[in-house]
């Protein structure tokens, strides 16, 4: 082999060496925040940078209220994406305040975050950013800068992993089990919208408004003094996940969701109607 042709075979061996690198880190990064490609004109702050800019930005949380009374970036204000009046409030925002804005949901794989920045560019709403590694990485890393049912700092220990929630879930074949088996009180979780009117299990569960503490209260009260099991099932098993950081604040230990929520119990008679 000629030192031409060796020179050329290293070259090229180098450059299909650099090539599997960065396709290996783009993979990498896709696999991280899938959002960023397909949200491509959306700008993003990474999480260092928004800790040492924190007083610098305006920090929004689009979620909904729930979420953000539960675990908050500290200090920021709530916009829920998807309320009416979205648009008029960023503008309004805006107009009132020339700081970076910087929009965040619940981390790498919500695409909330990405959504709002981009509606905001498409209503000429300018200098919006997405904090895409969400509200959990931020209060993991920076608890003194977080809010956790209202207190501040955060107890990285209080943070419920997707471990300890998966704990707590059950199959929606397996709720109805112990539905019909049990004594359990079951509580219906879902807003008006979502309900629309319709029971899943008639005669045996109770309803309450997330946003309802007194009700809220009362069951899981009810549930501790009569040493009984809370059941709780809600539009798609989203909502649960932080529900379940008031039940532990509350000192309750026996408690499950329905995987999936309502839509999963209906998927599951629908598949089964199909078989027979």
């Not at 702050?45 to 009374?69: C, K, M, T």
């Not at 998966?166 to 004594?183: C, F, I, M, N, Q």
């Not at 979780?189 to 209260?217: C, H, N």
């Amino acid at each position: 082999m000629t030192s031409q042709v060796m020179k050329s075979w290293c070259l090229g061996f180098l450059a299909l060496l650099s090539y599997l690198f960065v396709s290996s880190l783009l993979a990498a990064e896709k696999e991280e925040f899938p959002g960023r490609p397909l949200y491509p004109s959306v700008s993003v702050i990474e999480l260092e940078e928004l800790y040492r800019r924190i007083d610098e930005v305006l920090v929004v949380d689009v979620r909904s209220a729930y979420e953000y009374d539960t675990l908050r970036v500290k200090g920021a204000v709530n916009v829920p994406i998807s309320s009416k009046t979205f648009v008029s409030r960023m503008r309004e925002l805006r107009a009132s305040d020339p700081r970076p804005i910087v929009v965040y949901c619940n981390g790498k794989t919500c695409m909330k975050s990405y959504k709002a920045a981009r509606k905001c560019a498409v209503n000429k709403i300018d200098n919006v950013h997405s904090f895409d590694a969400g509200i959990m990485d931020w209060a993991r890393t920076y608890p003194d800068r977080a809010e956790l049912l209202g207190k501040s700092p955060v107890n990285p220990k209080q943070l419920i992993s997707k471990k300890d929630f998966k704990k707590h879930l059950l199959s929606p074949d397996d709720y109805g089990e112990r539905v019909a088996s049990t004594s359990a009180i079951v509580l219906d979780v879902r807003d008006r919208f979502q309900r629309e009117g319709l029971s899943i299990y008639v005669g045996r569960e109770r309803r309450a408004y997330l946003d309802d503490k007194s009700k809220l209260d009362r069951y899981i009260d009810k549930a501790k003094r009569e040493n009984k099991t809370l059941l709780v099932h809600d539009a798609a098993g989203k909502q649960v996940r932080w529900l379940q950081y008031y039940l532990e604040d509350k000192g309750l230990k026996s408690y499950y969701f329905m995987e999936g929520g309502v839509s999963a119990y209906y998927n599951l008679l629908k598949s089964d109607f199909a078989k027979n």
